[in-house]
C-alpha cells in the first residue's frame, strides 16, 4: 500500500492511501470511514484488496480526520459532494463505494445524485436514516473526554478485543472534538428513507448483528428498498464487524467484487 502526499482539494489537504497496482482503466474501490474516524477503519482489509487484479483501492481520510487538513462538514450532503470532487481529481470513472456508518450515508447519496458515477455499492453498519441519541451529541459537544471513555462499549460488543477498543478510544482522542460533534450532527440530519428505493447499482449489506448503533433492522430496510441488494448480517459482530470478523468481512466484500460484471 502506498502513502501518498496530501493532495488539495476544494482548500482542503487530503491524505489517502492508493493500492499497489493502480490503473485508471478499471474500477476504483473507494473506502469511506465514519463519524469521527479514518482510514483506520479499514486497516484488516488492506491486504486483500491492496492488490487485486480487477479493482484499484482508494482509502480516504475525511477533511479534518485522521492525516488530512481541513474543515470538516456538518452535512452528509457536503461530504458527498467532497467525495465527488476528490474522484474527478484523481480522474476516477467508475468508483465502487465502500462506506461505514456515516461513510455509507455519504455513500448512498453520492450514488443517488451521480447515478453514472457508481457502478456499485458496498453498505456497511449503516441505514437510509442515522439517529444520533440527544445525550450523545451534549456529551460530545460538552464532556468529549467521558464519551471518548464510553464509546467504545457502545461500538464494541463486550467480549470483543480490548485492543480494538482501545485503538477505537485512541482515535477518538486525536480527532478535534468539534470535527466528532458536526460528524454526529450530520448523520442525526440524515435521511433518505424515501429516496434510497432509487438506487439501481448492484449493492451489498453487511451488518453486525450485535450492532448498537446502526441496528440489523437497518440493513434489513436497505436491501428491501434497494432492488437486488444482498444482505450478509455477521454473528457476533458489533459496527466496526470489519475489524472483529475480518476474515468473514473479507470473504464476504470479496465474493460480492468479484461477482460484478
Partial sequence: MIK?????????HIHYLIGDDFNKSRPTVVMIHGAAQSTATWEYQIGALKDHPKFNLIIIDLPGHGRSVGISFRRIMDYS??????????NLKKLILVGHSMGGG?????????????????????????RVAKETLTAVKYDYETFCEVAPSRAFPEHSAEELKEKFKQGLLTTPQEVSYQDLVACDEFDVMNDVKEIGVPTLIISGDQDILAPVKYGKYLANQIEGAKLHIIKKAGHFMMQEKPEEFNRVLLNFLESLD
Avoid: M, W, Y
Wanted: proline share 7%; hydrophobic share 45%; glycine share 6%.
Fill in 81 to 90: 459532494e467532497f467525495l465527488k470532487h476528490f474522484c474527478d481529481e484523481l
Fill in 4 to 12: 501518498l502526499p496530501r493532495i488539495p482539494i476544494k482548500g482542503n
Fill in 106 to 130: 455519504i455513500a448512498q447519496i453520492l450514488t443517488l445524485n451521480h447515478p453514472n458515477r457508481v457502478c456499485a455499492l458496498v453498505l456497511v453498519g449503516t441505514g437510509s436514516r442515522l
